[in-house]
Each structure stands twice: as C-alpha cells, then as structure tokens.
C-alpha cells in the first residue's frame, strides 16, 4: 500500500527554520519524481520544492528559491524540506506527492500527474 506520511510542521517566527518530512512507505521512493506542495487559506495548492527521479535534479519555485532546500533519503525512503527565513507568507498546509508516471524533469506546474499524496501538515509562520 502506497503511502506518504508528512511531519514536522507547527509554528515559528519570522526568520525562523524548520524542517519538513516525508517518509513513504509500499514503494522505493528515488524511483520516482516527488515533490513539496503547499496550499494556503483561500488560495490554489502550489508546487515549492521537487526532485527528477532520473537524475536527481532539484526545482524550486521562485517563491522559495534561496529559503528551501529539498533532499532525499534512500536509507530512510524519505525526502526532507528544510525550510529557511520563513515569512508569514509561507503559511500554509505542506503536501508531498509522487508522480508513478511522467519521465524526465519533475514539475511543479503540472500538479495532476502526482499520483499520491500525503495528509499534509500545517506550517504557521507568525509573530
């Protein structure tokens, strides 16, 4: 049974860190693109962070590029999302999803070829 389980998230001051997981279970996780999306009160859900199953290379939207960095571990059959000078406007709900699919570069735009998804865990950056 496939299944991605985020944790990590809660609450931090602006400026602040944190580091998201990630561990999938029922399927080896570096054969395949997968990625950090994220979706605030009110707005669409929005690609952050993914890796390419086939060379290992990392997307960051433009949001998050400089602040985010997303690694994977295959020992542990998890990716991680460490997170840093967070801003109130990285709010929101955090999400892994794995696309079984598509080949070559991951996407952050194309958020229907992502075949599972975790349950999600909230991020709140708040003074």
């Known amino acids: 049974q496939v299944q991605l389980v985020e944790s990590g998230g809660g609450l931090v001051q602006p400026g602040g860190s944190l580091r998201l997981s990630c561990a999938a279970s029922?399927?080896?996780?570096?054969?395949?693109?997968i990625g950090w999306f994220r979706q605030a009160p009110g707005k669409e859900r929005e690609g952050g962070s993914c890796?390419?199953?086939?060379?290992?290379?990392?997307y960051y939207a433009d949001s998050v590029k400089g602040r985010f960095t997303i690694s994977r571990d295959n020992a542990k059959n998890t990716i991680y999302l460490q997170m840093n000078s967070l801003k109130p406007e990285d709010t929101a709900v955090y999400y892994c999803?794995?696309?079984?699919?598509?080949?070559?570069?991951?996407?952050?735009?194309?958020?229907?070829?992502?075949?599972?998804w975790g349950q999600g865990t909230q991020v709140t950056v708040s003074s």
């Open positions: 999803a794995t696309d079984f699919t598509s080949l070559g570069p991951c996407s952050l735009l194309r958020l229907w070829v992502y075949d599972a």
């Open positions: 029922g399927f080896t996780l570096d054969y395949y693109a």
């Open positions: 890796i390419s199953s086939s060379d290992g290379s990392t």
